[in-house]
């Protein structure tokens, strides 16, 4: 017994002296066979290297999660120093059959393993009996030389939340507000948590949250870092889940109802140590309250169901606007600001005897960032002027929007002149349908009704010719035979 205790009072003090000869992950599943009683587990495994994080341990349909333990190991051989630790998942059968375990990668120390599946036979409850010369090493020779017995965990009180915010509580339909779920975890707070399948969690979130009248602009959160914040005068770290702007596509309030997030809480030994376990996987559920945000109309206006909402300027350009009838040319109608972008229409603009438009081409830019989405889309005209002169643009370029800046209707409008040189291409559409010289005859052609007896002779000669030539093809297929 003097021998275990030296060799682990050296483990203690040598494990940070001796160099690390070793280091490597492995990751191992549980026996083919198990009783339906029995656990099986998934064991991760750092050889000469510290267990920093590790992903989630696999969903298996089948087994359900028992919980997580960690156990670690040092040992000393000819003078070297190896240690290991390891997190061990234990899966309880929900009934007797074959389970799949499929393949999975798992990331540990920020490295992915891959890891093939197998098959689990799950059998009938196993009577469990206890081998008399295994409660000798029941206990850890760690444990009895600090004479510690079972490890007790005790539940810390945690000082963090689930909010579900939003930037405005009351919007025009169409008008764009930012809806926020994040964690918040208090400065103060002592309890250890983690996040616990997230994705699957927030796939499910969302189903609820998402309003079916609304149009979404994902922010799309890929990885999610703390930023500290400020709330009635206490420090809290935010951990943004999910960002979206939304914007109603009518005017029925938008309700976003009470989720739930899980979260894994470690409960810790009342009595921690070196060796033994220092806390243990438990899970709680955080929930956000109900939210509404007030939706109201626009105000009247004979485009208040077609127009955009948001804040915008016009950026308009033109190569010159020095042009030639009969040439085209390009206008560019750009509009940028803040809003929903993908819902901008173009300007209604007409053709007319001064110039020939044709349909735009169409680009949109779209950027989501600080919680404001905004951009521009862009509508390049090519248009044709057909009479020489000086004209504004704003006469044929206008685009009404709701500005909610000023909480009223506002016009952007092209503040370009043009000016047209050249001949007068207003009746060249004419020109170039000329119906030929058949219809030229119509202006000295009179509207006299007049008989037409006179010609009934040219019918007869017809009449005539076609006798003549069926006759002399008879005669000369006769001939021909005859012959």
């Known amino acids: 017994m003097a021998i275990l205790r030296l060799y682990f009072l050296l483990g203690i003090f040598i494990t940070g002296i001796w160099s690390v000869q070793a280091q490597g992950v492995q990751i191992t599943l549980g026996p083919d066979e198990i009783g339906e009683n029995q656990a099986w587990t998934i064991s991760v495994t750092v050889q000469n290297d510290r267990l920093k994080n590790y992903d989630n341990f696999p969903d298996i349909e089948g087994f359900r999660k028992r919980g997580t333990s960690t156990q670690s190991t040092t040992n000393i051989v000819n003078g070297q120093v190896s240690s290991s630790q390891s997190v061990i998942m234990t899966y309880l059968p929900i009934r007797q059959g074959t389970v799949t375990v499929p ?27 206890r081998d008399p010369f295994k409660s000798l090493f029941d206990k850890s020779p760690a444990d009895e030389f600090f004479g510690r017995n079972e490890t007790e965990f005790v539940d810390v009180k945690d000082d963090a939340f689930l909010a579900l915010t939003t930037s405005k509580d009351e919007v025009y339909a169409g008008e764009g507000f930012n809806a926020t779920l994040s964690f918040y975890v208090s400065e103060d707070n002592r309890a250890p948590l983690q996040f616990h399948e997230l994705g699957k969690q927030l796939s499910d979130i969302l189903k609820k949250v998402k309003p079916d009248n609304c149009w979404e602009e994902n922010f799309n959160i890929e990885n999610i870092e703390g930023e500290n914040v400020q709330i009635n005068g206490r420090g809290y770290t935010q951990y943004k889940i999910y960002q979206a702007t939304y914007y109603p596509l009518n005017a029925e309030n938008i309700v976003f109802p009470k989720v739930g997030l899980e979260m894994i809480k470690y409960k810790v030994a009342k009595n921690p140590s070196f060796f033994g376990q220092n806390r243990k996987e438990d899970f709680k559920t955080f929930y956000s309250q109900p939210k509404t945000v007030r939706v109201k109309e626009l105000p009247p206006h004979p485009l208040r169901d077609m127009v955009a909402v948001g804040n915008y300027q016009l950026y308009e350009h033109m190569p010159t606007t020095d042009i030639e009838t009969g040439k085209s040319s390009s206008y560019v109608f750009n509009i940028f600001g803040e809003g929903n972008i993908s819902a901008i229409e173009k300007p209604i603009v007409k053709n007319n005897d001064t110039f020939e438009f044709y349909e735009p081409n169409v680009r949109q830019d779209i950027n989501r960032e600080g919680g404001r989405v905004s951009g521009t ?10 009479e020489p002169g000086q004209y504004q643009l704003k006469d044929y370029f206008q685009w009404v929007f709701f500005n909610t800046n000023k909480n009223r209707y506002d016009t952007l ?30 202006a000295s052609a009179d509207n006299i009704i007049q008989s037409r007896q006179d010609n009934d002779w040219i019918k007869t000669a017809l009449s005539l010719f076609t006798i003549v030539i069926l006759g002399a093809s008879v005669y000369l297929m006769f001939k021909k035979q005859s012959a």
Do not use: C, H, W
Request: aromatic content about 10%.
């Open 103 to 129: 393949s999975f990668t798992m990331k540990v120390n920020d490295k992915p393993i891959k890891v093939a599946g197998k098959k689990v036979k799950v059998g009938a409850p196993v009577q469990q009996q």
């Open 377 to 386: 889309k862009s509508f390049n005209y090519f248009l044709i002027p057909k």
């Open 413 to 442: 409008r092209s503040k370009l002149t043009v000016y047209v040189t050249g001949e007068s291409k207003k009746n060249e559409a004419i020109e170039s349908n000329d119906a030929g010289a058949f219809y030229d005859k119509i």
